[in-house]
């Protein structure tokens, strides 16, 4: 079917025609999404089937939930901030736990105070343009966000990747700015860190002469 | 590709003779390590990036850390998105069709 709305219309035209009973402005905003999230639940799941769930939870959810969507957060987020809660589910899931809490007591370790120091510092070997058409590339790139902990994976595919602010990413995960920001830095410190491993050039690698460790 | 403190002409600081600079390396790395995201996503304030910046000018391992970080987002961003399968999309507009003729039976 074509789509009868043209790019230019906002998310919030599509939501109220959508609240109002039209099927297609909301196959619209499904259209708008998917990719987006099931490309989030891979990510963070690295398993077809489950990213395929949480997608179809993601926009039945919405579906279900639409009355009661305000428009105080844009959709956007408010689309994330669902599928996160069912993509941290089934991590719990698979964990064992059957608790959902996305605001969770920040934890000691959340402070500026304890992020840990670049350890390996090397330039790399090749550009990240060069990097991106490798498949090889995308598989390193996934194993290093598989190993980091969920909750600073999701604030970095939401900030980072999914381009939200750090007050968006706050909202959709229930959490305050500085616990994001916390989060974020670790993230990237430790994506950094990994990468460096496997794409720096060992001849080109660097100390730090007042490194704490040393 | 995020706004950040090298586009920000405001905020450019390079020795002018290219000399090496060690006396004014008053920001020491963990003080740039609390404020690299707000650098790397330009939104430090200029003095505070002017700082940041002659730090760097200074500290060679600093400087590449934020280029590998920069490099690390980008890789992410622009990395090859997962597409969904096709058959998978039909199954879930079925659906959620079916639970629209629910939800509104007389559309």
Known sequence: ?214 | MNENCFANKSCNFRPADGSVIKEINTMKCEELLAMLNEYVDGTVDPAVCEEFEKHMAGCNPCQVVVDNIRKAITLYKDGQPYAMPVQFREKMHDALRKKWKEKFPAK
Request: hydrophobic residues 40%.
């Open chain 1, 1 to 214: 079917m074509a789509n009868p709305f043209p790019p230019e219309t906002s998310d919030a035209d599509l939501v109220r025609r959508a609240k109002a009973g039209e099927l297609d402005a909301f196959e619209a905003l499904t259209n708008r999404y998917e990719q987006r999230i099931y490309g989030l639940a891979m990510r963070m799941l690295r398993q077809e089937q489950d990213a395929e769930d949480v997608t179809q939870q993601t926009f039945l959810s919405v579906l279900e939930n639409l009355e009661g969507f305000r428009g105080e957060a844009s959709f956007s987020t408010w689309v994330l901030r669902i599928a996160s809660h069912a993509a941290l589910k089934i991590i719990r899931k698979r964990k064992g736990l059957n608790t959902v809490s996305l605001e969770e007591v920040t934890e000691p370790s959340d402070n500026l105070n304890s992020i840990p120091h670049p350890e390996f510092i090397a330039d790399w070997r090749q550009s990240p343009e060069h990097l991106v058409e490798q498949n090889e590339v995308r598989r390193l790139l996934d194993e290093a966000l598989t190993r980091l902990d969920e909750k600073h994976r999701l604030v970095f595919l939401l900030r980072d990747v999914e381009g939200l602010s750090v007050r968006e990413t706050a909202d959709a995960l229930e959490l305050s700015e500085a616990n994001v920001k916390v989060r974020l830095l670790r993230a990237r410190l430790q994506l950094r860190e990994d990468l460096t491993r496997v794409l720096g050039d060992p001849a080109r690698q660097l100390v730090k002469s007042h490194h704490h460790h040393e």
